[in-house]
Every structure is written in C-alpha cells, then in structure tokens.
C-alpha cells in the first residue's frame, strides 16, 4: 500500500509563498518522476511541474521562474516551493508520484489527497 500525504496549502495574498509538500510511505522499492497537477473551477487540469529521480525538471510557462519543484529521496517527499503566488495560481493542487512497488518494476501512478491554494487578498 502507498500513501501520498500532502501539506502546505491555505490561504496566502498576492506576491506571497507557500510550500507544498508530498510524502510517500509505504512498501516502495523506488520512485521516479513526482510533480503536481492543479485544477481552477471552470479550467482544464494543468501540469504545475514535475521532477525525476535524477533531479530533471520541468515547468509549466505560467510557472517558471516562480515555483520551484525539488525532492528528498531519503524522505521520499518532494516539495513544491511557490513564490510571488497570484489570484490566478488559485487552485486545487494534486501531487502525484511514479513508484515501483515489487520486484517486477512496473511503475504505478499514485495521488495524494490534494490540497487547496487561495491566493486572495
């Protein structure tokens, strides 16, 4: 059984921060690529960013130079570090994680639970 546990959301004001964070347990030989999805209402799910097992990473546009994504493998919890946030990163934040789970190697996709970021003043 694998559990992704999220934090760090709430409510914060425009050219604020929060972190996100994304914990896995459970019987985990490995993980490869974790990142985060979020979803406004009334808006298509969008890739916020994502990061492999070797440390590559990738942003959406909206993001860049803004969000900061990055991952401890020891803890096996990455985290999403959001800065000069705006009204328009208003959304449900989903992480998610690719892990292999027994010897076979076949890799799964696991989600947390979501967590809501309100970016409002």
């Known amino acids: 059984q694998v559990q992704l546990v999220e934090s760090g959301g709430g409510l914060v004001q425009p050219g604020g921060s929060l972190r996100l964070s994304c914990a896995a347990s459970g019987s985990i030989f490995s993980i490869s690529t974790m990142g985060w999805y979020r979803q406004a209402p009334g808006k298509q799910r969008e890739l916020v960013a994502r990061i492999t097992g070797s440390g590559s990473t990738n942003y959406a546009d909206s993001v860049k130079g803004r969000f900061t994504i990055s991952r401890d493998n020891a803890k096996m919890t990455g985290y999403l570090q959001m800065n000069s946030l705006k009204p328009e990163d208003t959304a449900a934040y989903s992480c998610?994680?690719?892990?292999?789970?027994?010897?076979?190697?076949?890799?799964?996709?696991?989600w947390g639970q979501g967590t809501q970021v309100t970016v409002s003043s």
């Open positions: 998610w994680a690719d892990a292999v789970v027994d010897i076979r190697g076949v890799l799964n996709r696991y």
